[in-house]
């Protein structure tokens, strides 16, 4: 399970998304330069021709070659959602995974639109599927959030049919969960859905709405408020709520807390934005993106392990020289994964108690407040100084890890 929302800000626009994945698969964040095309690309499940690739950062499980989300040099940022359809992945051969969509649509689209445009062409050409889930060993189909700096689609795919809605300033913004969405809304859509006329046909009945329901009723306010609202650090909260209790504002009170829901079931009680399904499912990486309408240069802010026990680390990924290969361990991952960990034990065995979250929080939120401050100042410096500040980040949060034990 996943969210996503996008702000659409007049100038610019706020991306953001959170991967719910098996809470022991490590996820790490890499950024990777250009690819010159000419040879062959090896995806998950099929070979393809290279044509090429932009630089890039993406978010991706460790043992994948897709991404759950990620963000182009070009300003084009993507992530998907599992979707329940009436095709079964199950029947479905080795194909494309919606992780592998996402990626190519970073690597070769210069626009939300034509992301949109060679993500369906190839899901028509090849398929889609194939196990995208190890632990479960599970196939299955993805809705996709793409945007850029002026609009957003809405991307919802069963097997080789897709439905595909433009989402323009004059909406705001938009959000998406683990649901078909699009009904009759569509902008453009495969033969048979155009036939149909109506996506929610493809949706399956049997499967319950409501966890991603309950998600979306937080998500979406956010995504829609407009631009004086929907604010990096109001997105941070969101991403990090607790069945309607948050923190992350950077200016916030890291003593209000609330640990996760303990009891969850199939209908969705219990159900949060940062996801803690004990031994079943966990968020595993969170990124916030700013896509810049103006030249001013992409930021993005993120995070791995579960939101509430982490921090979003802002960086300026596609200035030379700017990395962070930390982000790109997983022996990184597996030190929030700790503090994650921490905090589930103690909703199970001191109900009422939030001494441990409460910790943790207090040793991130004035660092992740300094870190947002310094990028606020550093943003219209020039490249070499956005570079040099860059350096300076991880000896600081390796001095929280520590501070933590972990």
């Known amino acids: 399970m996943c969210d996503a929302l996008c702000s659409l800000q007049g100038t610019g626009a706020l991306f953001a998304k959170s991967s719910d994945r098996p809470p022991s698969e490590a996820q790490v964040v890499e950024r990777r330069g250009p690819r010159a095309g000419g040879s062959v690309l090896r995806t998950q499940y099929l070979t393809l021709e290279d044509v090429g690739a932009a630089a890039l950062l993406g978010s991706r499980p460790t043992w994948t070659w897709g991404f759950e989300h990620g963000v182009n040099e070009h300003g084009v940022a993507i992530g998907n959602e599992q979707i329940w359809t009436v095709d079964d992945p199950r029947d479905a051969p080795s194909a494309l995974t919606g992780l592998d969509l996402v990626r190519l649509g970073l690597e070769r689209a210069d626009r939300a ?29 993805s809705s996709f959030l793409v945007a850029d700096a002026g609009e957003a689609w809405v991307l919802e795919t069963s097997a ?27 902008t453009r859509a495969s033969n048979d859905v155009a036939a149909a006329g109506d996506f929610d046909r493809w949706r399956l009945a049997s499967s319950p709405t409501e966890h991603a329901d309950k998600r979306l009723a937080v998500t979406r306010p956010c995504a829609t408020s407009g631009p004086e ?22 200016d916030g009170d890291p003593a209000v807390v609330a640990l996760p829901p303990a009891v969850v079931d199939r ?31 992409i ?11 982490a921090i979003f680390v802002p960086w300026f990924p596609f200035d030379d020289g700017a990395d962070l290969p930390q982000l790109a361990s997983a022996t990184t991952w597996h030190r929030f994964r700790r503090l994650r960990d921490r905090v589930e034990h103690e909703r199970a065995t001191g109900p009422g108690s939030t001494e441990v979250l409460a910790a943790v929080r207090g040793v991130w939120a004035p660092l992740e407040r300094e870190l947002w401050d310094e990028a606020d100042a550093i943003a219209t410096a020039d490249p070499p100084a956005r570079t040099a500040w860059t350096a300076t980040l991880w000896p600081r949060i390796e001095t929280a890890l520590l501070r933590l034990g972990v």
């Open 299 to 309: 930021r993005v802010w993120c995070l791995l392990g579960s939101p509430c026990v």
């Open 267 to 297: 209908r969705g009680s219990g159900v949060s934005v940062c996801m803690h399904l004990t031994d079943v499912q966990a968020t595993t990486a969170s990124m916030i993106v700013s896509l810049p309408g103006d030249g001013a240069p």
């Open 229 to 250: 609202d929907a604010r990096p650090a109001a997105i941070a909260g969101v991403l990090r709520d607790h069945d309607g209790v948050s923190w992350g504002r950077p």
């Open 160 to 186: 080789r049919s897709w439905a595909a809605r433009r989402v323009g300033v004059e909406e705001h913004g938009v959000s998406l969960s683990n649901r078909i969405c699009l009904s009759t809304d569509w």
């Open 113 to 141: 639109e034509s992301a949109v445009d060679l993500m369906t062409s190839l899901l028509e050409s090849h398929g889609q599927g194939g196990i995208a889930d190890r632990d479960e060993h599970k196939a299955y189909f």
